[in-house]
């Protein structure tokens, strides 16, 4: 008898406590005015990214988190503050960052969402950023294994970040008609950006390659906050780019000239042809062309679509695709029957930056051009790495 009240008491002291913290959490959040909860398949980091960097710019006092390649906290001064992390990534790492913002006496709180099950993307939400602003990049065929294995499924699943009663901006073209129907049940207005509305001229000024998409996206929401268009891009012509951007790196060495492009964070069919296309009819590529796929076991599938796209969409325009990382036999297996030649396929068995560098020399002519794909994980980041600290010139 004893025990069991001794239980009861222990029980029920925990219970007061959660409900304690509950409430404390809550008067946290509702004192910053503005909160924008970012989600989407692609381009989250980089849109956090840019949003802040466009209120910061105006005068508004905006931290920002994103939890890209690598987590970081944006500063108010637009520093990054790097994310100490003792375990792997979990959802309460957002109340702590919504403390600190709370603390600060923050305006704006820009978070990326770091929840992939639907369950815990509405917790997220509804209990613990009550967004003001929801925005959703773009809608596409990834994490199948836990948010559904239609692009509709997964619409639903990231559905559950978006506010009742608020406001929804998206890039999303093709799946419009999706979040429509989410934001209609929700009774939030939905606002759809256009890429077609920024300039070449206006691309020029980043320091890294950005996406046209996730620029207006980021002019949208800085619009609906109260920021020009002009001083929003001042802003975001500042931002450093996420560890995962789109960057290019040119290497000049024995007489070779080779331009490395980092796709690795574009780990989906879609967003690694739009890379392609953005290559080509932006900047163009120069030599042999290589693509060079990382695969790990964990995210097999992802190899596997890649390797899919490649054969169907891009066959007849690269010359090689060098294989590294894990299971590279099986990927080279369904490579070729996907139509890609067995002769264009280079496996590299040793997991380790210096091997691709060097049979990458080996291969290259005057001129060649490397696209990196498949995912930053793994042997990704160190090839990286290798490429852009070897590099001559930047973009």
């Known amino acids: 008898m004893y025990i069991i009240v001794v239980l009861a008491v222990i029980i029920m002291t925990l219970?007061?406590?959660?409900?304690?913290?509950?409430?404390?959490?809550?008067?946290?959040?509702?004192?910053?005015?503005?909160r924008v909860h970012i989600n989407g398949t692609r381009g989250k980091s980089s849109v956090t990214r840019l949003i802040g960097g466009g209120l910061r710019e105006g005068g508004i006092k905006t931290i920002t988190k994103v939890t890209g390649t690598f987590p970081r906290l944006i500063l108010e001064d637009g520093s990054d503050a790097l994310?100490?992390?003792?375990?792997?990534?979990?959802?309460?790492?957002?109340?702590?960052?919504?403390?600190?913002?709370?603390?600060?006496?923050?305006?704006?709180l820009v978070v990326e969402c770091m929840a992939l099950q639907p369950q815990y993307q509405k917790i997220t939400?509804?209990?613990?950023?009550?967004?003001?602003?929801?925005v959703m990049t773009n809608v596409r065929l990834d994490h199948t294994d836990v948010m559904g294995y239609t692009i509709p499924e997964i619409a639903e699943s990231m559905g559950n970040s978006i506010p009742q009663n608020g406001k929804?901006?998206?890039?999303?073209?093709d799946h419009f008609n999706l979040l429509e129907q989410i934001t209609s049940r929700k009774k939030t207005s939905i606002h759809q950006s256009n890429s077609e509305q920024i300039t070449n001229e206006e691309m020029k000024h980043f320091k890294y390659l950005e996406h046209k998409e996730n620029v207006a996206l980021a002019l949208s929401v800085c619009a609906e906050v109260g920021i020009d268009r002009k001083t929003a891009l001042a802003g975001m012509y500042k931002c450093n780019p996420d560890a995962g951007a789109l960057t290019k790196s040119r290497i000049d060495v024995f007489g070779k000239e080779i331009v490395f492009y980092n796709a690795f964070a574009a780990n989906d069919p879609e967003s690694t042809l739009m890379i392609w296309e953005k290559i080509n009819d932006e900047i163009g590529f120069e030599g042999k062309t290589f693509f060079l796929l990382n695969n790990r076991q964990d995210r097999f599938e992802r190899g596997k679509q890649l390797v899919e796209m490649l054969g169907s969409k891009l066959n007849n325009k690269f010359d090689f695709l060098m294989l590294v990382g894990d299971s590279i036999d099986v990927i080279e297996g369904i490579a070729v029957s996907n139509n890609i030649e067995r002769k264009k396929i280079i496996g590299i068995s040793k997991k380790n930056a210096e091997a691709v560098y060097e049979k990458t020399l080996e291969l290259a002519q005057?001129?060649?051009?490397?696209?990196?794909?498949g995912n930053m994980g793994g042997v990704g980041a160190d090839i990286a790495k290798f490429f852009v600290h070897r590099e001559t010139s930047k973009l």
């Open 15 to 34: 219970l007061i406590f959660a409900l304690l913290e509950y409430s404390f959490h809550q008067k946290l959040v509702f004192s910053i005015p503005v």
């Open 83 to 108: 994310i100490y992390r003792k375990s792997s990534a979990n959802i309460m790492e957002q109340l702590s960052t919504v403390k600190f913002a709370a603390q600060r006496k923050t305006e704006v």
């Open 125 to 134: 939400e509804n209990q613990m950023i009550h967004s003001t602003i929801g």
């Open 168 to 173: 929804l901006f998206t890039a999303e073209h």
């Open 366 to 373: 005057e001129n060649s051009s490397i696209i990196a794909i």
